[in-house]
């Protein structure tokens, strides 16, 4: 008999009933070490006070209102992000897949409306990911996501990952935009370095097609930086933004630059729930954290002393890691085992990681993790090779 819940999951039997900063807690008392986040969602950890806060007050007062009316949250939640980044509007969204769908729509919209309808393809990457919506399915067009579903949007091209000579052959005068991940996050914690990102931004602008970046993932502080994209010291045209904006309410946002959004004319577009008061009222929250350069140097200082000690943990149990890589606290242990395996012992020892393709296991924890708990990570991690070592 099928479950009552829809079993697109493999669940693990672990039920967790309180969650305090970088633990969670299971219904039988076990306090478990998050380095997952909820896959990079809860930036601020669990339970942060001040998004409790903005929660519980905004939650007193009014949840939710039409898009026909002014949000104010939304409207300072919109202020922030565009005096932060290279955005002049922001659209609100509940996902990371509803972002693409928009991403999707304002390139090619942008195109339409300049007299070139003709301009409608997408060029996206092996290994990516962009959620489960049919944009974001066609756009990673992997076989497991897209087996079954057809017949999918048409219009998404695909390359392999960093190979940028294809690039230059497949842009032509139908493409609308190219669509990455500045790091792959589900694809294997796989970086684009900052040389090649500024040459597919230049690339961009020398064929004449929007650069579209999916920081769903490895956005908000996750790399040291408010943006990823920010290293290597380029912009893009639309972003699209999710996870860690929330801190854990469900919200996403796609950034773009007035002229990538000029299509984007009152009707074009709209959402029930997106930029709610709740949603903006807690990512308001999210951002006097995370935007502050103080709380971004301390991701920096964090994510040094982290991989330092991790790279101590690979020369340690060489049958088991291969390599770590990735960006701020943003990384992935490369393993020998298979990843769920890994992710496995990691419960027996008490410490949550996240599996990803390419052999890799993620570690995403919250960005407010302390030095002490990165130690006691190291150990928790340490237990887990261990145990496989010997099993
Ligand atoms: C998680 C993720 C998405 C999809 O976000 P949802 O909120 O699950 O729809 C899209 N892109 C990237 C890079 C992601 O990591």
């Given at each position: 008999m099928i479950p009552s819940v829809l079993p697109t999951y493999t669940r693990a039997p672990l039920h967790f009933v309180k969650g305090e900063g970088s633990w969670l807690v299971e219904e039988d008392g076990r306090r478990f070490l998050d380095l997952g986040s909820g896959i990079a969602v809860n930036a601020l950890g669990h339970a942060h006070p001040a998004l409790v806060a903005a929660l519980t007050e905004q939650a007193g007062k009014l949840w939710h209102v039409s898009n026909l009316y002014e949000i104010p949250q939304q409207q300072a939640l919109a202020d922030k992000l565009v005096g932060a980044t290279f955005a002049d509007t922001v659209f609100f969204t509940n996902s990371g897949t509803e972002a693409c769908e928009l991403a999707v729509k304002m390139a090619r919209k942008y195109w339409y409306d300049k007299g070139l309808p003709e301009k409608t393809d997408i060029i996206a990457f092996s290994g990516s990911f962009h959620g489960r919506s049919s944009a974001g399915i066609a756009a990673a067009g992997s076989e497991k996501m897209v087996k079954g579903f057809g017949p999918l949007l048409p219009g998404f091209k695909h390359l392999d990952w960093r190979d940028f000579d294809a690039l230059k052959d497949a842009?032509?005068?139908?493409?609308?935009a190219v669509l990455l991940e500045p790091i792959q996050g589900e694809g294997g914690i796989r970086p684009l370095p900052d040389d090649e990102l500024k040459a597919i931004r230049a690339l961009c602008d020398e064929k004449g097609c929007l650069l579209v970046l999916?920081?769903?993932?490895?956005?908000?502080?996750?790399?040291?930086?408010?943006?990823?994209h920010e290293w290597a010291g380029i912009v893009p045209d639309i972003m699209m933004v999710a996870k860690g904006i929330g801190g854990g309410f469900p919200l996403g946002a796609v950034l773009a630059t007035e002229e990538a959004a000029s299509g984007m004319t009152a009707g074009t577009h709209g959402s029930t729930y997106g930029g709610n008061p709740l949603g903006c009222a807690v990512g308001c929250a999210v951002m006097d954290h995370v935007a502050e350069p103080e709380f971004l140097a301390e991701v920096n200082r964090k994510a040094g002393f982290l991989r330092q000690k991790l790279e101590g943990l690979i020369a340690a149990h060489p049958d088991i890691f291969e390599e770590v890589r990735g960006s701020g606290l943003m990384l992935g242990l490369k393993v020998k085992p298979a990843p769920a395996e890994f992710v496995k012992a990691g419960y027996e020892a008490l410490v949550i990681t996240v599996p990803a393709a390419d052999n890799v296991v993620r570690l995403l924890p919250a960005l407010t993790i302390s030095d002490d708990e990165i130690a006691e990570a190291i150990a928790r991690l340490d237990a887990a090779a261990s145990a496989l070592e010997t099993a």
């Open positions: 842009i032509d005068d139908n493409t609308a999916d920081e769903v993932q490895c956005g908000m502080g996750r790399t040291g930086r408010l943006f990823a």
